[in-house]
């Protein structure tokens, strides 16, 4: 059974920051592209960055990039996403998404408030 499970959200002063994870069983992330998305109240998921299997390319979208980095550990079979310099439209359901040709699958996400 394939599972891909989020941690590391909760709530965070504007400034700060957080590290979340999607750690994967039931597949091995060496082969999938990984990308993290998120959906912020009455708003359409949005897709903020991604990481290849191949090589390792990373790509952001303008609103995160410079704040956030994503990475990927294989031996943890995990994935990653540092979120530097946290706003308050950061605020929102975080999910990660793994990718492998015809598959997608997608974690139960996790919530990331930044607020005063």
């Known amino acids: 059974q394939v599972q891909l499970v989020e941690s590391g959200g909760g709530l965070v002063q504007p400034g700060g920051s957080l590290r979340l994870s999607c750690e994967a069983s039931g597949l091995s992330l060496d082969y999938y592209a990984v990308g993290w998305f998120r959906q912020a109240p009455g708003k359409e998921r949005e897709g903020i960055s991604c990481i290849s299997a191949s090589d390792g390319t990373t790509s952001y979208i303008d609103s995160v990039k410079g704040r956030f980095t994503i990475s990927r550990d294989k031996a943890k079979n995990t994935a990653y996403l540092q979120m530097n310099s946290l706003k308050p439209e950061d605020t929102a359901v975080y999910y990660c998404?793994?990718?492998?040709?015809?598959?997608?699958?997608w974690g139960q996400g996790t919530q990331v408030t930044v607020s005063s």
């Open positions: 998404n793994a990718r492998f040709l015809f598959n997608t699958f």
